[in-house]
Structure formats: structure tokens, C-alpha cells
């Protein structure tokens, strides 16, 4: 009943700027915290950021400084903005959500198709 759409992905040259957007749909009564990973070709998936139904982030040492994660709670839309890309930020970027459904309670992880971002040199 819970899906995440990504969108803003694309092909970018070095020094470039992308949004990202993430949104969430369906018997959603909250989202706890939102995070945005990414997979290279040839690595492990890795954690990008994280923003806190607070509003608290934190971000991984690669894109630290260039990054900036933000949520709409009224739209249930994560963002990742990333600032001066480099060559080694292209990778397939998912968005991730912990939601509580409504009505059971429950809590789950639910994950988006992800979205390709190429960065050419």
C-alpha cells in the first residue's frame, strides 16, 4: 500500500547540480526518518543521507559539504540536493523511508526504484 517514486536523476557534466526528489504514497499515517543511498557500479550500496522526522541530518563523508537532504512532511517528499558532483558520485540513488501505516501501526522500511545519476568529466 506504500510506494516511493524518485525522480530527478540524469546526466550531468563535473561541477554540475542535481535534485533529487522522492515521494511517498499510500496508507500512510507518518514517516519517520528518510534517507537517500547509492550504488556504483562495482561497490557495496552506501548510506548518502539521513534527515530525522525532526529535521536532524547527517550526511556520509563523500558528499559531506556539497549535500543537502530536506523533507516536505505536507507533500511525504524527501529531497537530496548535491552540489558540485564529481565523476565518483555516479551511481543508481534510492530513496529510503521508515512509514507507519495507518491503521495497523505498523512500521516498515520501503524503498524507491532508484534513479540514475551520471556525472561525465
Known amino acids: 500500500q506504500v510506494q516511493l517514486v524518485e525522480s530527478g536523476g540524469g546526466l550531468v557534466q563535473a561541477g554540475g547540480s542535481l535534485r533529487l526528489s522522492c515521494a511517498a504514497s499510500g496508507t500512510i499515517f507518518s514517516i519517520n526518518a528518510m534517507a537517500w543511498y547509492r550504488q556504483a557500479p562495482g561497490k557495496q550500496r552506501e548510506l548518502v543521507a539521513v534527515i530525522t522526522s525532526g529535521g536532524s541530518t547527517n550526511y556520509a563523508d563523500s558528499v559531506k559539504g556539497r549535500s543537502t537532504i530536506s523533507r516536505d512532511n505536507a507533500k511525504n517528499t524527501v529531497y537530496l540536493q548535491l552540489n558540485s558532483l564529481k565523476p565518483e558520485d555516479t551511481a543508481v540513488y534510492y530513496c529510503?523511508?521508515?512509514?507507519?501505516?495507518?491503521?495497523?501501526?505498523?512500521?516498515?522500511?520501503?524503498w524507491g526504484q532508484g534513479t540514475q545519476v551520471t556525472v561525465s568529466s
Open positions: 529510503n523511508a521508515n512509514i507507519v501505516i495507518v491503521s495497523t501501526g505498523y512500521v516498515g522500511r520501503y
